[in-house]
């Protein structure tokens, strides 16, 4: 836009606000100068200058010196907030709330978004849930403990997920297998599986099944063959209670995980299991990890309940019925 147009708009648009805030006539406006938007003279203050003879069409320089000015600093002015004796003493109660839970509560957030250590606490403990689920047993352990493995007639991963009712299965290899190795009706059969959490199985097997072998040996209770099913479900157990006829079948399996634990461990026992056996007769000593029920004390706990269970010749709803 052409430089002597803008001047003139702007002239005008000064010329308004003025005649609504003064009284000045529109004569002594005219007389005013234009107003220069755009500046032609050199930025800074010229020295004295010296004038020189120089040839036609020679350029001419001119020393300039800016001003030394001091750059315009913003002084931070730090807030001092005063906390009230009720802030303080909210405080207090929160930290007492997180002290009681492992949840994420209390943790506060960033605009309205969770803080940044939050976050990733969040990612980094989702990601070892995923760890757990996929992850594999390390055969040192099973042989640490006289294991022999069996598979359920789940191919993979993928199919345990999608497939819950394969997971309840053995494949008929494995059958032949537990057929040949185990002793035929014992009074307890110990099984263990992976689960949902192989992880589980890794941090706390050896601990809860020693435990749980010197509390049945002290009970004088006897022990089949134990072994280990590789992506095994609960209800397994009805099948092998079917096949070897032991009067409790005890499954130490791997809990789903979550985002506070990816290595809990579950202990499901039932008398008797058969095919068709309903969830309620069923029971289950859950949370087995360090941060819960530690696996010894888990362990030696176990023995007690299959004792109970032995005594009354039930468990479940069943169980808590005859113990009145």
Known sequence: MDEQLIQQITKLVVEK???????TSNIEKENEPLIDLFQNKPTGYRLNEER???PSGEV????TVTENRKPNVLKAVESKTVSSPNDVKKDEELAELRKKTPARITVGRAGSRPKTNTWLQFRY???AAVDAVYGEVPSEILERLDFFQVHS????????????????RLSDDSKAT???????????????????SALAIEENLEDVYLSLKQSLANL????????????????????????LQPDVVIMLIGERPGLVSAESLSAYICYKPRIGTIEADRM????????GIPPVEAGAYLGTLIQKILKYEASGVSLVQKEG
């Open 178 to 196: 537990v057929q040949a190795k185990c002793q035929h009706a014992p009074k307890v059969q110990i099984v263990a599986s992976n689960g949902l």
């Open 153 to 168: 007639k789940v191919q993979d991963k993928e199919e345990y997920i999608r497939r819950p009712d394969l997971g309840r």
């Open 220 to 243: 004088t209770i006897e022990v089949g063959t134990s072994f280990y099913v590789d992506k095994g479900r609960v209800a397994l157990m009805d099948e092998i209670g079917e096949m």
């Open 284 to 291: 289950v000593v859950s949370n087995i990890h360090k941060g």
């Open 125 to 127: 403990d989702h990601a």
């Open 60 to 63: 001419t320089f001119f020393n």
């Open 17 to 23: 606000l003025q005649t609504n805030h003064s009284g």
């Open 52 to 54: 020189r003879e120089t």
